[in-house]
C-alpha cells in the first residue's frame, strides 16, 4: 500500500485569474465590513478573538499568536481589491476571486510609499488577512447557520532571482467576492481615509459612512454601544476619550461629530458636511487630503498622507433608491423615524426605546466597561 501523501490541488488552479491591468478606480467598501467588528483597531498584535452578537447577527474573529489579528489597515488590501473587481465589473469585464497585479498598483492605490519596507509590510498584511478566521451568521442562506472562512485563501509572489517582487496573486473569499459583485453592498468612500492615522478613526470613519451616509440629520449613536460595536479592547472610558479628541480635532472626511448627553449617558451625534462621495454611487471627488494635522490617536504613529488622481466613474446611477436604512437594525438611534420603531434624532432622546446589542461575554484581555 503506497505511503505518499495525497497531492493538494491549489484552488487558483481552478479559477480564471483577474488581472488588474490599472489601479485607478475610486474605493469602494463592502458594507457589512464597515458597519461590524471584523479588524483589530490596533497596531500592536492581537491574539484575543473578537465576539460580537446582535439579534441574529453573530460575529467571531480569531487569530492565530504567529501573526496575530488582521488590523483595520490590513483592511485596506481588501478596499482595494473591492474596488478593482466593482471597475471591472462595471466595464463589463469578467472577474474573478482569484487577482494577479503588481505591489506598486496596490500600495500606490492606497496611499502607501513603495520602498523595500513597504512591501515586506503588505507582506505581513498578506500573512495576517489569511490567518484570521471568520465565523459569521452574516448573509447565510436559509438554511445555512455559520460561515467560516479567512480574509485571504492563499497568496503567492512572484520574484526576481535577486529577490525583486515582480507580482503577486491572492484568492479571496467567496463570502468577500458576493458581497462585492452585489453592487447594494458597496459603498464610495472617501479617498482621504487612507490617510487616517488613528484605528478608532478609521473604524469611525467607516461607520459614519455606512450610517449616517448624506441624511440630513445625521446618526446618533450611544457611545457605550459604539464601545461594544468596535470590538475594541480600550477600556469605556479610554474609548471615550479617544472619541472626544476626534470629534476636538473633526478628523473624520465629510463628517461633523459633535459630542451630546442624554442624562448620564454619553451620546456621538455624526453629521454629514462637505462630503466628496456624492450619492452612494456616485464616485468620489479627486480630493488630496482631509486636511487633518497629523497627530495620531491612541499612541499610533503618524502616517503619511496620499495625492489622489482623478477618479473613474462607476456606476450611470444618479439617484439613490431609498434611505439606507435597511442594514442598521442593530444601530441605537437613526436620523427620522425609521423602520422597527427606532428612535429620530431630535425627536426622541431617551435610549430606553431601543433593544441595544446584547453584549457578549468578554473575551478581551482588558475588561470593558459596562453599559
Excluded at 22 to 30: E, F, L, M, N, V
Excluded at 209 to 216: S, T
Aim: one cysteine or more; glycine letters at 8%.
Amino acid at each position: 500500500m503506497s505511503s505518499r501523501r495525497p497531492i493538494t490541488v491549489s484552488e487558483r488552479s481552478k479559477l480564471d485569474p483577474f488581472v488588474v491591468a490599472t489601479g485607478d478606480a475610486s474605493p469602494r467598501d463592502q458594507r457589512d465590513l464597515m458597519e461590524r467588528p471584523f479588524f483589530s483597531l490596533a497596531k500592536a498584535r492581537r491574539v484575543a478573538p473578537i465576539l460580537y452578537e446582535a439579534g441574529d447577527v453573530r460575529v467571531e474573529v480569531h487569530a492565530v499568536p504567529e501573526h496575530g489579528m488582521a488590523t483595520i489597515w490590513d483592511a485596506d488590501v481588501l478596499i482595494w481589491a473591492a474596488s478593482q473587481l466593482v471597475e471591472a465589473e462595471n466595464r463589463g469585464f469578467k472577474t474573478s476571486r482569484f487577482l494577479r497585479f503588481t505591489p506598486y498598483q496596490l500600495l500606490t492605490s492606497i496611499g502607501r510609499q513603495t520602498g523595500a519596507r513597504d512591501y515586506k509590510l503588505l507582506k505581513g498584511a498578506l500573512s495576517r488577512l489569511q490567518a484570521t478566521v471568520i465565523r459569521t451568521t452574516i448573509r447565510n442562506g436559509e438554511h445555512w447557520r455559520r460561515h467560516q472562512f479567512s480574509w485571504i485563501n492563499e497568496w503567492e509572489e512572484c520574484t526576481t532571482r535577486d529577490g525583486r517582487v515582480e507580482g503577486m496573486e491572492f484568492v479571496l473569499p467567496d463570502w468577500f467576492y458576493r458581497g462585492v459583485v452585489d453592487r447594494s453592498l458597496v459603498l464610495t468612500i472617501d479617498p482621504a481615509y487612507f490617510g487616517l492615522t488613528g484605528g478608532i478613526e478609521r473604524w469611525l470613519y467607516r461607520v459614519a459612512r455606512k450610517h449616517a451616509g448624506r441624511q440630513p440629520k445625521g446618526w446618533l449613536f450611544e457611545i457605550a454601544h459604539l464601545h461594544e460595536k468596535s470590538g475594541s479592547l480600550a477600556k469605556l472610558a479610554d474609548f471615550a476619550f479617544d472619541l472626544r479628541r476626534i470629534a476636538a480635532r473633526q478628523s473624520i472626511p465629510g463628517y461633523r461629530l459633535l459630542i451630546e448627553r442624554n442624562g448620564r449617558r454619553q451620546l456621538l451625534h455624526i453629521l454629514p458636511a462637505k462630503l466628496s462621495t456624492g450619492l452612494v454611487d456616485i464616485p468620489v471627488d479627486g480630493l488630496g487630503t482631509s486636511g487633518v494635522p497629523p497627530i495620531g490617536i491612541s499612541g499610533v504613529a503618524v502616517s503619511g498622507l496620499r495625492e489622489c488622481q482623478s477618479q473613474l466613474t462607476l456606476w450611470p446611477e444618479t439617484a439613490i433608491p431609498a434611505l439606507n436604512l435597511e442594514s442598521n437594525k442593530d444601530s441605537n438611534f437613526c436620523s427620522g423615524r425609521a423602520r422597527n420603531g427606532e428612535i429620530v434624532a431630535g425627536a426622541s432622546n431617551s435610549c430606553s426605546d431601543i433593544a441595544a446589542d446584547p453584549p457578549f461575554p468578554p473575551s478581551s484581555r482588558k475588561p470593558g466597561g459596562k453599559r
